[in-house]
C-alpha cells in the first residue's frame, strides 16, 4: 500500500483503498459518496480549473477576468427520471490510425447506445460546406451511418468542429465568420441539409471551442450570434432532426454563451465534464481530471444559468490524464508533478491514456487506488507515471450521479478508447 508522503496536508490528500482486480467499491458508499457531492454546502473557492482551463486538448488560456462568476449554490436534487434517457458516445474517426486498439465502424457497440455522434466533420472557409476532418476519409460518414443496421433505434449524429478546428490555420475562424451575418448563416444550414440527406445522418452535433474566446478565432459577438444560429438551425430542422451543441465546464469559456436561451432551443447540451486537471495547470499538482467534485460543481453553473436539467447530458471520459511525479515518494493527489506522463503503445500521447492502455498498465501489476473523495481512480506505474481515470464502477457512480439531478442522460468521449469487451460502455448503458 502507497506510503503517505512525510509533511502532506490534509486538503492535499484523499481517502483511498487498493483495490485488488476483481474488487468493487461498495454500493453503499458510492451512495455516500453522492449524497455527500450533492448536498454538500457549496461556498468553498472554485477549483482553479473550472475558471482557467479548456476541456478538449488543452493549451494555455488567460486568467479568469474578475467579472467571472463564482460557483454557483447547489440546486435542489430532483429525484425523478430524466426525461428521453439518452446514452450517446462519441467515435473518433481518425482512431483506426492508431497501431493498435482500433475500433472500426461495424465494430461499434451501437446496441448500447441510443445516439451515436461521429467526430468530426469539418466546416470550409467561405463555402461553409460540411468536409471530412483532415486525414480522415469522406466514405466513413455512411459506414457510419450504417451502423442503425444493427440498432433500428439508434440515432447517428455528426459533430462539427472539435478543438483542432480552432487551431491557428484555414479553419480557424471558420464558425465565426459563418454565425456572423444572416446569408453566412443560411449558407451553411443549406448545406448542412444536404450533407444529412446524403449520408443519411440524424442531426448534428455542433462542437464550436469556443465561441467568443479570441485566442481560439473568436470574437465578442459570437455569444450572440451562435443564438441565432441555433435559432436559424432548429427553424429548418423543426422535429425532424435532432440539434445539439457540446460545451464545457469552464466558466471562462461559459461567460461566452447564453446558456438558458440556447438551451431551450437546443435537444440538449453535451457537458464536456472531463479535462478538469491537468499538464496545463499552472500549480502542477496532480488531480483527478474527471474528479465527481468539481463536475457537479460546474453542473451547478449550468442550473444556476438557468438551463434544465433535462437539457444537459453528462460527458464521461474513456481515458485518463497522466503526469510525471516530482518523486516516487508523493504519488497521491496533491502532489507535485513536473510534466506529462509517459505515452502509451496505441494513442501515443504524452500526458494521455486509453482506458484499454490503462487495462494493459494494470495487466502488468499496477494497482487502482479509489479516490473516494473525487469518485475516481488512480494509479502509479513505472515509479512516477500517475495516472487518473475512471473505469466501470466509477462511471457507475456518475450514472447513478446524472439520475439523482435528474440529468437528460450521458455521453462517453469517446467509445473507440473503450477495451474489447467494452465495458465502458456497458456500465454507461446499465447493460
Known sequence: MPVVPNGASAAQLVSTVVLDANQTVPYQRTRQVINRILFSKANSTPPKSLCHQPTTHPTTVPSTPSNTPPIAQPTPVNPGDSTGKVIAGYWQGWNMGKPCATMKPEEIPGESLTHLIFSFGFIAPNTYKVLPMPDTEEGLFKQVTDVKKKNSNLKVLVALGGWTHTDPGPYREVFTTMASSPANRQMFITNLLSFLTQYGFDGVDLDWEYPGAEERGGRPTDKENFTKLLQEIRQEFQTKYVLTFAAPLASYYLRNYDLKRASEIVDWINVMAYDIHGTWESDKKAAG?????????????????????????????????SVKMASGGCIYPGCPFIGPGAEGQCVKT??????????????????????????????????????????????????????????????????????????????????
Do not use: C
Open 350 to 431: 504524452a500526458g494521455y491514456l486509453s482506458y484499454t492502455e490503462i487495462q494493459d498498465i494494470i495487466s502488468s501489476g499496477a494497482k487502482p487506488v479509489f479516490d473516494q473523495a473525487g469518485s475516481v481512480q488512480h494509479l502509479t506505474w513505472g515509479e512516477d507515471n500517475w495516472v487518473s481515470y475512471d473505469d466501470p464502477q466509477t462511471i457507475k457512480i456518475k450514472v447513478d450521479y446524472a439520475r439523482r439531478k435528474g440529468l437528460r442522460g450521458l455521453m462517453a468521449w469517446a467509445i473507440d478508447m473503450d477495451d474489447e469487451q467494452r465495458s465502458m460502455t456497458k456500465a454507461l448503458s446499465g447493460h
Open 289 to 321: 481530471h474527471t474528479n465527481l467534485t468539481d463536475v457537479n460543481k460546474g453542473v451547478e453553473n449550468y442550473l444556476q444559468a438557468g438551463v434544465a436539467p433535462n437539457k444537459l447530458v453528462l460527458g464521461t471520459a474513456f481515458y485518463g490524464r
